[in-house]
């Protein structure tokens, strides 16, 4: 399978002490809202600034991914309605 590194360490909100946590959205269409949306991962350390997505992936498929953060009482940031955050990658046909 195609491992994805999801990096966000140019990308850290200016107060990034008070994040507890991030959540990983996935989908083959733009983010634009959280309703009804469960996260792709969840719980990811407010240490860290990437992730991998080593999940099995489609060739010459195209997905989205959105990352947003979580305080300590789990109050999670909000979204914009565009996709402008969207980290966006098409995995090669071969």
Same mark, same amino acid.
């Given at each position: 399978? &195609? ?15 008070? /994040?507890?946590? %991030?959540? *990983? %959205? =996935?989908?083959?269409?733009? &983010? *634009?809202?959280?309703?009804? =949306? ?5 719980? !990811? ?6 992730? /991998? ?9 195209? +997905? %989205? +991914?959105? !990352?947003?953060? !979580? ?8 979204v914009s309605g565009d996709s402008? +955050?969207?980290? !966006? /990658? ?5």
């Open positions: 399978g &195609i491992d994805l590194k999801i990096d966000w360490s140019k990308d850290l909100p200016f107060s990034a002490n008070g /994040i507890f946590s %991030y959540n *990983v %959205y =996935r989908d083959t269409n733009p &983010i *634009v809202s959280l309703e009804e =949306r469960r996260p792709f991962a969840s719980g !990811v350390s407010g240490d860290s600034t990437s992730w /991998i997505d080593a999940s099995k992936k489609r060739r010459g498929g195209t +997905y %989205y +991914y959105l !990352v947003t953060a !979580v305080n300590p009482s789990g109050m999670e940031q909000s402008k +955050y969207n980290a !966006v /990658i098409t995995i090669p046909e071969k």
